[in-house]
């Protein structure tokens, strides 16, 4: 998006607040100045040269970049593109975006060694069926039923790490070679909702392209539980990632609700972020143990035996949240529970 482009859709902006009530940052600093109303307003003024970069820079660092406040929108003005290049602009990294992408997942890869010695699973590699396998993904070592059912082609970084910092340099590279592998499947599989929505995002891809995206609960939906399932009988709930779109939420919710022997509880406040934000935590611990922490409670009302989640960043906060709250209930990316617990009764393509 070129510097013209932006001016023209921060310009869209209706001043509404909708983004306001629904920033995870607001409900806890009630301070306009880090919403994307009050970011819009800050860029504004610095674009007519009433605001300096130093008024602007650190409330542009406080966005969780959840892309609430982009989904929220009726004027769809595309905040979170706005603000990674204005980042590009105003806060240019001293630090290769890709060097520390590749440290962060080090404890990751550390805590996940054992998996190396795993056999590794056969590829259908005549597929033309693509599963999309994230970063944390690939750093945990994990072979899945995706990994046995698909071609496991080397996607790139979905870029929203990159994108998110302002490393355009780094983005539009990882962008590019996925749009290649995405161009020649017939589907390409999700199961990480970070992934797919920044895929989503690309503006290079059609809309015949992006209809190939798809998530795993639309691939396979036919399901049941194993019958020595330890969650037999037991209450799961799901948290619902923030850049989880609604109809794939829906289509999750009526997947789980569907499987016999479980019973499925939505949580209160689904829309509610877990605080962990990718990196966030690391820069905004404070910010980010209060989101945790209401989540946490959400979770512990309902007394759910299994929390479930289809993003490994949020996996991982849901985990946090848990010992904070000394509630210590199972967390599981969904690929997972579907791997572990439930066995397919036919196939559907």
Do not use: W
């Amino acid at each position: 998006m070129l510097d013209d482009e932006i001016k023209k859709n921060i310009q869209k902006c209706a001043r509404c607040a909708l983004c306001v009530q629904n920033c995870p940052i607001y409900e806890i600093k009630k301070d306009e100045n880090n919403t994307a109303r009050g970011l819009i307003c800050k860029l504004l003024g610095y674009e007519k040269n009433h605001l300096s970069q130093k008024e602007i820079k650190k409330d542009l660092k406080i966005c969780l970049n959840c892309s609430k406040c982009e989904t929220n929108c009726p004027s769809g003005v595309k905040t979170s593109s706005i603000f990674a290049y204005k980042n590009a602009k105003l806060n240019p990294s001293k630090i290769s975006q890709r060097l520390l992408l590749a440290t962060k997942l080090i404890p990751i890869k550390v805590l996940y060694f054992i998996n190396l010695f795993k056999k590794t699973s056969k590829n259908n590699l005549n597929s033309n069926v693509l599963y999309f396998k994230g970063c944390i993904a690939k750093a945990q070592h994990k072979k899945t039923y995706l990994d046995e059912l698909l071609s496991n082609p080397d996607f790139s970084c979905c870029g929203l790490p990159y994108l998110t910092c302002g490393d355009l340099k780094n983005y539009d590279k990882v962008k590019k070679k996925n749009i290649e592998l995405i161009k020649k499947a017939s589907k390409v599989i999700f199961d990480c909702a970070s992934c797919k929505s920044a895929v989503e995002n690309y503006q290079e891809l059609t809309k015949e392209d992006k209809e190939k995206l798809i998530f795993i609960t639309d691939f396979k939906n036919n399901f049941e539980l194993k019958p020595n399932s330890k969650y037999k009988n037991k209450i799961i709930t799901f948290h619902k990632p923030c850049h989880l779109s609604k109809t794939d939420f829906e289509k999750i919710e009526a997947f789980l609700s569907n499987i016999n022997g479980i019973k499925y509880v939505p949580l209160e406040n689904i829309n509610s972020c877990c605080g962990f934000g990718g990196s966030y935590f690391l820069y905004h611990p404070i910010i980010a143990t209060k989101i945790a922490f209401k989540k946490a409670q959400d979770i512990k009302n309902i007394k759910a035996d299994l929390i479930l989640t289809s993003c490994p960043s949020c996996t991982m906060g849901l985990r946090f949240n848990q010992i904070m709250s000394f509630n210590f209930k199972k967390t599981l990316e969904l690929r997972d529970f579907i791997d572990n617990e439930l066995m397919q009764t036919n196939v559907v393509h």
